[in-house]
């Protein structure tokens, strides 16, 4: 099994900044794919940002601009820099890391940001 572990989530105001971390532990052996989901109240979880083992990034259209992922495999850990945070990005905030054909989720981190 791996465990994933967030970190970073808070509460900041418009505009302002935050990053999260994510590390994974376990049985590892090559993590791929690794990423973002957030989750609204009384919304649908929606895919925010990823990225592969060789760095290549792909984001949700909400955040392009403003947020960036960037991993680190030697220490699998990945982060998610959040710039210009905005309201509506206000969600609980889960990592996910794919190893072989399985799929891994971190507990969640709750970001609000005020207005």
């Known amino acids: 099994q791996v465990q994933l572990v967030e970190s970073g989530g808070g509460l900041v105001q418009a505009e302002g900044s935050l990053r999260l971390t994510c590390a994974a532990s376990?049985?590892?052996?090559?993590?791929?794919?690794m990423g973002w989901y957030r989750q609204a109240p009384g919304k649908q979880r929606e895919l925010v940002a990823t990225?592969?083992?060789?760095?290549?990034?792909n984001y949700t259209d909400s955040v392009k601009g403003r947020f960036t992922i960037s991993r680190d495999n030697a220490k699998n850990t990945v982060y998610l820099q959040m710039n210009s945070l905005k309201p509506e990005d206000t969600a609980v905030y889960y990592c996910?890391?794919?190893?072989?054909?399985?799929?891994?989720w971190g507990q969640g981190t709750q970001v609000t940001v005020s207005s």
């Open positions: 376990g049985r590892i052996f090559r993590i791929n794919a």
């Open positions: 990225v592969t083992r060789g760095g290549s990034a």
């Open positions: 996910y890391a794919v190893q072989f054909y399985s799929n891994y």
